[in-house]
């Protein structure tokens, strides 16, 4: 069955997709900070930073206020609960699996063993 979920998925998850733009996160994470200030740190151009920025600020994880001449970023308001939980219900889904292989795994050692110990009498 077909599950669709948010359409801010592909936002938030096109965002992350790039390690400037996680970079800048983190960055937000610490302290707020101009674009300018972020294009420095990042050393890219002040129109490449704008970019990446409004990639971010379209995905909600971003937000930027202009005053004067000084357009300064903060994390948005919205966070990444639901792309979290998506994730970690796959997660979960994959230890699953991977226990069951495990078992399989364990059960095929424990024939092996059985079989080779048939054969040396």
Not at 45 to 73: F, P
Not at 89 to 116: H, I, M, P, S, T
Request: hydrophobic share 40%; proline share 1%.
């Amino acid at each position: 069955m077909v599950q669709y979920y948010p359409a801010h998925f592909d936002a938030s998850f096109g965002a992350l997709s790039d390690a400037t733009r996680r970079g800048v996160l983190e960055q937000l994470g610490r302290a707020d900070a101009s674009i300018t200030a972020l294009a420095e740190r990042f050393q890219m151009t002040l129109t490449g930073m704008k970019k990446h920025v409004g990639v971010l600020e379209q995905a909600g994880l971003v937000s930027t206020e202009k005053v004067g001449r000084v357009r300064t970023c903060r994390l948005g308001l919205r966070g990444l609960e639901e792309e979290a939980a998506w994730i970690e219900g796959y997660r979960q889904l994959w230890a699953a699996r991977f226990d069951q292989l495990d078992l399989v795994v364990e059960e095929l050692k424990q024939r092996e063993k059985a079989n080779g110990r048939k054969k040396r009498k």
